[in-house]
């Protein structure tokens, strides 16, 4: 085929989107295993797999747009007395056209695994080793101008300036060893397993520039990323039955569970490409802007966009552009550091802790019921402390929210707690990722219950069906107070959306003689309040 464009939404323009020209979106599974019975009781086994992928997309066919810059329309609120007339026709908020920003991206996972199992039905063993290898490289693409100009119909009054063309590399690895049994004595019946895990991050040698607003070349050697996390994690679960004629079960399980090592999160935002001003690497440093008064209406910005302040020409008939929203931007420095004590050591590593409590009970011969009790939480959370700033650098201020019915209480209530940063801090910026415990608690936690039925007919018919409902409370009260500018206006700290209840059915049916299977599924999410 000739190619499709991807990735355009409601909002945005067939001509924004990346294009995949012909054979570009490539996937490529490769798997082998090898198993071994080397007893009646003693099982080995191993294997491994590769997955290549070439993501993201192309330049269109000429890209005729390639030198206009990418647009936004906001549409929003009343229009100004100097709108563009027929600007806002088409209804669409924030929507983005003009020209292409595009991303080509090649990924690649090795996974590795092997283990030796020992069964005797009353008492099973497992050892065992897996590891991963994940590898990406990353290549951004924009347009010639390398700006995107925000307006509000059809008036300018923001650009967003950025580094492309940009490439990147990060690579992620993580080791493991684990442990597990099973023992039944009785009624009885115990699980238990030990894990240890290694993992870590490195980069390639990297380089930015030169370009319209990085002008020298950023020279970044291969280095580490994440030093080394180690850890221990323990799971365990145990079953009993009540009675001892197999109706009724008391379940109980417990575990914790890792942050998955891949080319995200620290693993990738310790890169130093991601914390260079300006970054094009996703979850790194903001988007760099400036505001704009197109004083001359001719829909470029006549003031000097390398000036790290303000920029007035007005007088002599240009344009007015702000100061940068990160003053590093276009210099060959970082904007971003980490705490050595969140990239390396034992028990460091994003995490989460499970508990579960359930009963099952036999209801009729083939359907049976189980409802539980389940709670989990979060640990390790970190946060990027702004060093250039303070407490004392933000002022307060309130506003009143808009009369709405789809607000609380219709609406018309006060805002406060907001913050902005004082004109001589503003656009300081010099983030350093930390341990959010430095600041005040943090707390993420899920509370829960669920029930299942499930029936097993004599004609071949099996019918499921759940409700689960829960709610997760998340709270960084304390965190915020001392670092305003990690979320300088948004004052919801402490959140809690109530309960949510899920309901999911499934039914299937093997056709007698023909020997096809016929299923069903059902699914109903209750909206977040």
């Known amino acids: 085929s000739a190619g499709t464009f991807g990735l355009a939404t409601a909002t945005q323009s067939p001509e924004f989107g990346n294009y995949a020209g012909p054979g570009h979106a490539r996937q490529r599974v490769q798997q082998a295993t090898w198993t071994s019975p080397i007893t009646s009781r003693v099982l080995l086994d191993a294997g491994f797999g590769t997955h290549s992928s070439h993501y993201g997309g192309q330049e269109a066919p000429s890209n005729p747009n390639r030198a206009r810059p990418l647009l936004v329309e906001q549409c929003a609120g009343a229009a100004p007395a100097t709108a563009v007339p027929g600007a806002c026709d088409h209804g669409i908020q924030n929507l983005t056209f003009g020209s292409q920003n595009w991303t080509s991206n090649q990924g690649f996972v090795l996974s590795s695994r092997a283990s030796v199992s020992y069964v005797t039905g009353a008492h099973n063993m497992k050892f065992g080793y897996q590891g991963t290898y994940s590898r990406v490289n990353q290549s951004y ?40 049994e099973q023992w039944t004595r009785g009624r009885l019946t115990l699980q238990g397993a030990l894990r240890f895990d290694h993992a870590w991050s490195y980069f390639p040698d990297q380089q930015i520039g030169p370009v319209r607003f990085m002008q020298e070349t950023f020279q970044l050697p291969a280095q580490r990323g994440v030093e080394g996390y180690s850890d221990i994690t323990p799971r365990g679960g145990a079953a009993y039955d009540v009675f001892g004629n197999g109706n009724t079960a008391v379940k109980v399980n417990v575990g914790k569970y890792l942050e998955a090592a891949t080319n995200h999160t620290t693993y990738s935002l310790s890169n130093p490409a991601a914390r260079v001003a300006g970054s094009a690497v996703l979850g790194g440093q903001p988007a760099v802007t400036r505001t704009w008064t197109d004083a001359n209406r001719n829909y470029v910005p006549d003031c ?51 508990v579960g409590v359930s009963v099952q009970q036999k209801l009729l011969e083939g359907v049976s019921m189980e409802i539980g009790y389940y709670r989990r939480w979060l640990q390790n959370f970190t946060v990027s402390d702004n060093l250039a700033v303070g407490p004392e650098d933000f002022d307060t ?41 430095n600041f005040g608690s943090e707390t993420s936690m899920y509370n829960g219950m669920q029930l299942n039925v499930s029936a097993r007919m004599r004609n071949g018919l099996t019918v499921q069906g759940g409700l689960n409902t829960g709610k997760t409370v998340t709270d960084n009260c304390e965190v915020q107070a001392a670092l305003p500018e990690i979320s300088p206006t948004n004052p919801y700290c402490h959140n809690d959306a109530g309960l949510v209840t899920r309901l999911t059915g499934l039914a299937s049916y093997t056709v007698p003689k023909v020997d096809v299977l016929l299923s069903s599924t059902f699914r109903s999410h209750q909206r977040a309040p």
């Open 304 to 354: 000097d966009l390398l000036a790290t302040g303000a920029s007035d020409r007005r007088a002599g008939g240009g344009d007015f552009c702000g100061p940068l929203s990160n003053a590093n931007f276009g210099r060959p420095v970082f904007s971003g550091s980490f705490d050595p004590a969140i990239l390396e050591g034992w028990g460091v590593r994003p995490s989460d802790w499970q």
């Open 397 to 437: 201020f309130s506003i009143t929210a808009p009369s709405d019915p789809r607000l609380p209480n219709g609406g018309g209530y006060v805002i406060s707690g907001l913050y902005n940063v004082k004109q001589a801090k503003f656009g300081q910026t010099d983030s350093y990722a930390t341990w959010s415990k």
């Open 141 to 180: 693409f924009a347009n010639d101008t390398q700006l995107t100009y925000r307006m509000n119909y059809g008036v300018p009054n923001q650009l967003t300036l950025n580094l492309r063309p940009f490439q990147t590399g990060q690579r992620t690895r993580n080791e493991a060893l684990y442990a597990q």
